[in-house]
């Protein structure tokens, strides 16, 4: 392993010297406590501290509209496949963003593996940032056990004041460092200034819900007819919000998209939600999760109970989008804990 730090003085210079090599995509602020993942080419245009961006950095390795193939039939059968990809660097991305994105990288390297996704995430640089205090009441990912870097990045940087701690963690990350004449070796009191930081990180990130990481696919289990999902459900719009911005939805449409002239197109796969009336319809009309409390249901089973059976691992980060986001106030933590009060009266 490698540590090196990097003064505040030089992150201009550095995120200069990384534009000129690569595109930067980072968090931005766009106003009114809202920031979003785009291009930088200068630090100063980079928000450092922030709320979960408004879209996970998870568009860059599962665009929302993505062409497979492309076709034209003028001449005959002429399909061409389609591999679409762009090589970039992600500047900031948040412990509970990069789970997000382990998360899916499971999913598609799982046979039958995805070789778009593969050959996209194969040209994505991650370089995440450490939070050093809440984002705000929505996030829950103490309990999640997310607040501290576990992998999943090329470098870390962690804010220490007048300068950056950070952690080399692939051989990718290390030829950047390598190329840039910017950093520093970090010493032994660097190293216990981020002890410091993490202690006070354990007195600030508490379990959010009151529920342990081990138990909830158990509470699941338990609450499954639970009155409490009629309750969400009632409230529920089905308006898709929750899932179109969670870090680890990945659930797709495919999509012929014929030009005017019926000889020429594209497929394209975009983006879908559990959340639609018309995801879980079948041929006939039959549709196996027609009411709002069921589908509302599927989507905290898939988090935290389908997945953990199926991957062996969580598929909520714990950023609080979903919550953040849902326009019926329908929120993670609050659920959680109407289902623990249930088994616990």
């Not at 969670?246 to 020429?264: A, E, G, H, S």
């Amino acid at each position: 392993m490698k540590y090196l730090i990097l003064k505040k003085d030089r992150f201009n210079h550095f995120i200069g010297l990384v534009a000129k090599r690569h595109t930067i995509m980072a968090p931005v602020s766009k106003g009114y406590n809202s920031y979003v993942f785009q291009q930088v080419t200068y630090g100063d245009e980079i928000a450092l501290k922030y709320i979960p961006t408004i879209i996970p950095p998870k568009k860059y390795f599962m665009p929302q509209f993505e062409t497979f193939l492309e076709y034209d039939k003028t001449w005959g059968e002429n399909m061409n496949a389609i591999v679409e990809y762009e090589g970039m660097v992600l500047f900031g991305v948040h412990t509970c963003d990069i789970e997000g994105i382990q998360a899916i990288n499971i999913v598609f390297s799982d046979r039958p593996k995805d070789f778009n996704y593969l050959a996209r995430k194969s040209k994505i640089i991650i370089m995440g940032l450490e939070c050093n205090e809440y984002c705000d009441e929505f996030a829950s990912c103490s309990m999640m056990h997310n607040c501290l870097p576990d992998g999943g990045y090329d470098l870390f940087f962690t804010d220490l004041g007048d300068y950056f701690y950070i952690h080399v963690n692939t051989q990718l990350g290390d030829e950047v460092v390598e190329s840039l004449p910017v950093f520093e070796d970090a010493t032994g009191k660097n190293y216990i200034e981020l002890g410091n930081l993490r202690s006070r990180k354990r007195e600030i990130f508490k379990n959010e819900v009151g529920i342990e990481y081990q138990n909830i696919p158990e509470l699941l289990q338990k609450t499954k007819d639970s009155p409490v999902w009629e309750e969400v459900g009632k409230k529920c719009l089905s308006c898709g919000n929750c899932t179109n911005v969670c870090p680890t939805c990945f659930c797709f449409n495919i999509l012929d998209d014929v030009n005017l002239d019926l000889k020429t197109g594209r497929r394209i796969r975009m983006w879908d939600s559990c959340q639609n009336e018309a995801f879980a319809k079948v041929a006939g009309g039959e549709n196996f999760r027609k009411e709002r409390s069921a589908r509302q249901k599927h989507r905290f089973f898939k988090k935290f109970k389908y997945t953990v059976d199926r991957f062996a691992r969580y598929f909520c980060t714990g950023c609080g989008r979903c919550s953040r986001t849902c326009m019926a106030q329908i929120y993670l933590k609050d659920t959680l804990k109407k289902l623990k009060e249930e088994i616990t009266r």
